[in-house]
Nanobody, 122 residues
Framework: QVQLVESGGGLVQAGGSLRLSCAASGRTMSFYTMGWFRQAPGKEREFVAAIIWIGAQTYYSDSVKGRFTISRDNANTVFLQMNSLKVDDTGVYYC????????????????WGQGTQVTVSS
């Protein structure tokens, strides 16, 4: 079992920035891809970004491309730098991990964090 703990969420004005962190522990050796998803009330959970651990190749949804950056450190932490935030970015952000290649489908991920709330005000 892999434990994922998100942090860094909060309330921010439109146009501002936040950096989310996801700390992984447990059987982390079995994972190849880490991803970020988000879910707004009344909407489906949607893909935001993903990173392949070896080589750090990254992938983004069209809605965040150019504004968000996913990265990792040399330990077991993945980050999501969010710039130029919009009201539509509001939602609960989840960190997820999977053993195979990159997927934008939430059903392909084996482990999930509890989520961290991001609220963008106008």
């Amino acid at each position: 079992q892999v434990q994922l703990v998100e942090s860094g969420g909060g309330l921010v004005q439109a146009g501002g920035s936040l950096r989310l962190s996801c700390a992984a522990s447990g059987r982390t050796m079995s994972f190849y891809t880490m991803g970020w998803f988000r879910q707004a009330p009344g909407k489906e959970r949607e893909f935001v970004a993903a990173i392949i651990w070896i080589g750090a190749q990254t992938y983004y949804s069209d809605s965040v491309k150019g504004r968000f950056t996913i990265s990792r450190d040399n330990a077991n932490t993945v980050f999501l730098q969010m710039n130029s935030l919009k009201v539509d970015d509001t939602g609960v952000y989840y960190c997820a991990a999977k053993g195979g290649g990159v997927s934008t489908n939430r059903n392909g991920y084996q482990s999930w964090g509890q989520g961290t709330q991001v609220t963008v005000s106008s």
